[in-house]
């Protein structure tokens, strides 16, 4: 410690003791004792902490801290990782790290023996509770207050008995709802303080909310997986789903009402207790006197209960009437209609439900599905839900800009940052959307070298110009979208693992057009009137066989090559009645037995998109090889992998 640390240490311990004798710190503020520190004596003062005392207090039942351990599994789990990294740096560091719940109570400890042992005489152990109810001022504490890192060093703790230690704390937030539900600590003796302790604190806190976040996501999957192939899924019903510790994870067919009124409904609440503790009989008479539960259903998924589907009384239902439209109103400055997501599959309705409710939460979204499911309609859907009349709506293709540009077109530049710059500058995408949402399409374009760049930006929830060294706060809601498998990207090395669990603290799967039943018909009707207008001509009618064509066809370029299907049926047909005959020669009973080159047909004018093209071309050389995979990958330029990954987007059986 140099000597101006002990100045500054001597300074602090004057002015405690002016504080603890006077009961209020002199008229002026001591220069070297900060006024979080000022702020925490005074609540420690006020909530009658002893400042003599020579240590906290501990949880002496063993089963209540079992218990409260148990609790905590889950924190504890996302911490063990971390905990593993880091130990085997603290043995020799005197130092110790520190998991506590979000009361303040020690349940995780590694480190240092010696200093472990030392942290036993004061409490700072397993069971220790180290709120600033207990103990006052302390790293543990007073970042559980504030909701901010905290250091507190040697005579700034206000309990005397702890002045011999320093520590460094920082909160840990659900990645969800965003509450605070524990601290990681790193203390020791004063001789381990360093000011970029709280540095390491708040990465480790970091991690620790990343893997919580994998986690949640991992869990509210696997819920929605059992719910899904249930029979519940079907039911029309106000639903909630719950996990088995009774919070709530999803919720569908809920009106805004309802949701605005009854704030136990909120997703993250925990409604009701440990479900494998209750009998279905029970939990009516455990709910809110606000929430009337219609019945309940157990959720399985491979033999493992993963929660439980509430059905709540509600007098809206989702019927085909209220769960087919969902209206996007027309973006600020800019001279557009309305758009319409239409769909009422359970799929389809659940995707857009949890869109609805990611926009009530300042959090980042990821919406993945194939190519032309209608990505950025949802995008759209979570800026249209923003508070602020003219939110700006900034949408960035990360696969049309080049890997040396796109760092100057998200963060922008300084004057003369490179060759060709500006004079004064220019600002980026990021400052663009200040206030709104940013949607970066095809994130998984984004060149490896710039994602650590955007990570920092949605942590730090500011940018840097390329060239400049202002910090620039921004407020911006990321959408990304991708039709990649991130995962599989990130096991190739092509995309970070924490950008990942940054950007998808909320997935959004968007389903196929295959998976979505008869939200077919109702998007040919949609289409179908659209199209009538714009041309000035009657709505046409579809005989039922064709009806049934497009029904079987796999729609490979999803919802995009149904509508350029029926925008080519008012362009070409001269009557009102559309046949089979009217529809293009790729949407057939039989893909392979389509007679004829697809790449002719669309130059003769019928419809096609690359995805139907390829598709075509894939099926009919398996048709050509026999079925010989290495010959198919070689007749077509392509490696097998690749073709493996077309014929599962494709849905094409060898």
Partial sequence: MTGNDNSKEHHAREAWERFVSSGHHSDSQPQDVRGEILDSWLRSRDLGV????????????????????????????????????????????????????????IIDAIGDELVLDEGQEIHLEIGGDWSEQAIGTNGIGTALKTGKPAYVHAAEHFVEGVQSWTCAGAPIRDPFTQTIIGVVDLSGPPQIFRQHNIALVLAAAREIEIALAEQ?????????????????????????????????????????????????LAVGHKLLPKLEELADKDIPTLLPLSVEASGIG?????????????????????????????????????????????????????????????ALANISVLIHGETGVGKELFARLIHSRLSGANAPYVPVNCAAISSELIGAELFGY?????????????????????????????????????????????????????????????DVR????????????IEKGNFRRDLFYRLSVVTIEVPPLRDRGDDLITL???????????????????????????????????????????QRVY???????????????????????????????????????LESIEASAIKRTMISENGNLTKVAAVLGISRPTLYRKMKQYRIHR
């Fill in 216 to 264: 949640q996501q991992e869990e509210r999957t696997r819920l929605l997986e059992a719910f899904l192939v249930s029979d519940y899924s079907r039911v029309n019903d106000s639903v909630i789903l719950l996990d088995k510790d009774g919070r709530i994870l999803f919720r569908r067919g809920l009106d805004e009402e309802v949701l605005s009124s009854v704030k136990e």
């Fill in 571 to 609: 362009l070409i047909k001269t009557g009102s009645l559309v046949t089979e005959r009217d529809l293009p020669p790729e949407i057939g009973e039989d893909f392979e037995n389509t007679e004829g080159d697809p790449l002719r047909s669309i130059l003769k004018g019928h419809s096609g998109n």
């Fill in 414 to 474: 300084a004057e003369g940052a490179f060759t060709g710059a500006v004079q004064g500058g220019r600002s980026g995408k990021f400052e663009l959307a200040d206030g709104g949402v940013l949607c970066l399409d095809e994130i998984g374009d984004m060149p490896i070298e710039l994602q650590p760049y955007l990570l920092r930006a949605l942590e730090q929830r500011a940018i840097y110009r390329i060239g400049d060294s202002q910090r620039r706060p921004v």
């Fill in 50 to 105: 002893d400042v003599s005392s020579q240590g906290s207090r501990k949880i002496a039942d063993a089963s209540q801290l079992y218990l409260r351990r148990e609790h905590n599994r889950a924190l504890r789990k996302a911490a063990s990782a971390a905990f593993k990294r880091l130990e085997p740096h603290l043995k020799e560091a005197k130092t110790i790290l520190i998991l506590a719940d979000d009361q303040g109570v």
């Fill in 298 to 358: 157990r959720l399985k998924l491979e033999g493992v209960d993963r929660g439980a589907a509430l059905f709540l009384k509600s007098e809206r239902k989702l019927s085909s009437q209220t769960g087919e439209v969902r209206w996007i109103k027309p973006r600020a400055n800019v001279d557009e209609d309305g758009i319409q997501i239409v769909g009422s599959s359970p799929k389809m309705v659940d995707a857009i439900e949890l869109a609805e409710r990611a």
């Fill in 478 to 489: 990321l959408v990304a979208m991708t039709n990649r498998d991130l995962r599989q990207e």
């Fill in 524 to 566: 040919v009707d949609h289409f179908s009137q659209m199209y009538a207008r714009e041309t000035g001509r009657p709505v046409m009618n579809f005989t039922e066989e064709a009806i049934r064509l497009l029904s079987n066809y796999q729609w490979p370029g999803n919802v995009r090559e149904l509508r350029n299907v029926i």
